[in-house]
């Protein structure tokens, strides 16, 4: 099983500021030259959403402020500038191989 | 446009069997997968079980052993079954759309299933 291992567990930003989510794969998610990492928010009480797929594609609707990364297996979830509509938390997830696994997940507060 | 509601007994008792239906609208069974995610409170999402726009199927390999996934396509339904249930298995079971990259789209609002004699 491809293992994600996501830090920090909880975050503190100061409003407008930039908070930085990290997700690394225990190995490769690339297919054909595509990394199927994905990223969701879920805001308290709600389902998750789809924020990013394939590791930088924002899905619709979604605003530029949340953007992509990725660095030898170490991808990025950044968000700049934080809003308060923000505070959630926050899951990747791989598509590349099954069983579909996700990481453990990262609380997002306003400082 | 596109829905999925879930839907199930809310209550189960331990060592019983949960059926939950998945019903969707605004796609086709046949053109997109359909996976089950579940989320014990407070606690993170954990995959359980997709069928695949072909039929095909595929179970968290730590749950296989109990679980039955299918689709009635005339019906727009897809159907998961788990066999001697838990307390741990006490969560928010959700259905999920996905293409051919596996990510999950749209989200049903998922059902609150508690296991408790």
């Known amino acids: 099983n491809i293992v994600l291992t996501q830090s920090p567990a909880s975050l503190a930003v100061i409003l407008g500021q930039k908070a930085t989510i990290s997700c690394t794969a225990s190995e490769s998610v690339n297919k054909f030259g595509i990394n199927l990492m994905h990223w969701y928010q879920q805001k308290p009480g709600q389902l998750p959403k789809i924020l990013i797929y394939n590791e930088f594609s924002r899905a619709p609707g979604i605003p530029a402020r949340f953007s992509g990364d990725e660095a030898e297996l170490n991808f990025t979830l950044t968000i700049e500038p934080v809003e308060a509509d923000d505070v959630a938390t926050y899951y990747c997830q791989q598509g590349l191989t099954f069983p579909l696994t996700f990481g453990s997940g990262t609380k997002l507060e306003i400082k | 446009q596109v829905q999925l509601k879930e839907s199930g007994p809310g209550l189960v008792q331990p060592s019983r069997t949960l059926s939950l239906t998945c019903t969707v609208s605004g796609f086709s069974l046949t053109s997109y997968g359909v996976s089950w995610v579940r989320q014990p409170p407070g606690k993170g999402l954990e995959w359980i079980a997709a069928i695949w726009s072909g039929g095909s199927t595929d179970y968290n390999s730590a749950l296989k052993s109990r679980l039955s996934i299918s689709r009635d396509t005339s019906k727009s339904q897809v159907l998961l079954k788990m066999n001697s249930l838990q307390t741990e298995d006490t969560a928010m079971y959700f259905c999920?759309?996905?293409?051919?990259?596996?990510?999950?789209?749209?989200w049903g609002p998922g059902t609150m299933v508690t296991v408790s004699s």
């Open positions: 999920a759309r996905s293409g051919y990259y596996w990510y999950f789209d749209f």
